[in-house]
């Protein structure tokens, strides 16, 4: 397919095509097509379609055949458009990510044991030029309520994304022991929009896990949370 810069962006044509060859001494054609007629879909990153093995080179410049005349031959095409369509398409900018992209913040939250609201906030950070809060629900979430802590990272400001777009973020949530080194974390991987503002777990770790002493997640009834945040693709609808 050639000459394709008057289609819009996203654009597909559906079509059948017959690729045929002249005997030139029987005035017949040697016709190739797909299977049953199968359709092809043609669209900007395949203007091609075809046979690999069309006609078998030596059959082909035997001159009995009739296929090559006089160095000369004669191929041709059928072509049938069924369809043509134009799709909404997506641009996707990626990170690379470097130890700079990491970007992590520490919450230290005090009186643990005394927190009575449904969820509480972190501050805002920023992280990959997006704004974020860590959400905390301490008593847990639905069906977690009671038993486990629910955690979530929040995208904050929506007016970077527009007309479709997403954000997809690798991020890390973790809360740090404070007496040894090993730290309870989850990660994960989520497509952000204005519809979907969150990425977490409703249960994130159990509460008796969390309070029991010698754990260290609990020193002086001060938790410390972390998130490590790098944002690796902004996808934009085209």
Not at 48 to 66: K, R, V, Y
């Amino acid at each position: 397919m050639v000459d394709t810069s008057s289609f819009g962006l996203g654009w597909e044509v559906y079509v059948i095509f017959r690729l045929f060859v002249l005997d030139q001494k029987k005035d017949e054609f040697l016709i190739l097509q797909d299977a049953m007629g199968k359709q092809r879909r043609f669209h900007g990153l395949k203007l091609e379609w075809g046979f690999d093995q069309f006609i078998p080179l030596e059959e082909f410049i035997n001159a009995s055949n009739g296929y090559l005349v006089g160095d000369t031959c004669v191929f041709g095409a059928e072509v049938f458009v069924k369809e043509t369509k134009e799709c909404t398409g997506e641009c996707l900018s990626m990170t690379k990510l470097t130890s700079a992209s990491n970007y992590k913040h520490v919450w230290k939250i005090e009186n643990f044991s005394k927190l009575e609201d449904r969820f509480y906030e972190s501050e805002v950070f920023v992280a990959g030029d997006q704004k974020w809060k860590i959400l905390l629900l301490p008593k847990g979430l639905g069906e977690a309520s009671g038993s486990h802590i629910s955690m979530y990272l929040r995208l904050i400001d929506l007016s970077t994304i527009t007309g479709g777009s997403k954000i997809y973020v690798l991020f890390t949530l973790r809360i740090r022991n404070q007496l040894l080194s090993k730290h309870y974390e989850k990660k994960a991987g989520e497509w952000l929009n204005t519809s979907t503002q969150f990425g977490g777990w409703k249960k994130f770790v159990e509460l008796n896990y969390l309070n029991k002493a010698g754990n260290g997640f609990l020193v002086n009834d001060v938790c410390i949370v972390e998130a490590e945040v790098p944002v690796l693709g902004i996808s934009k609808a085209l």
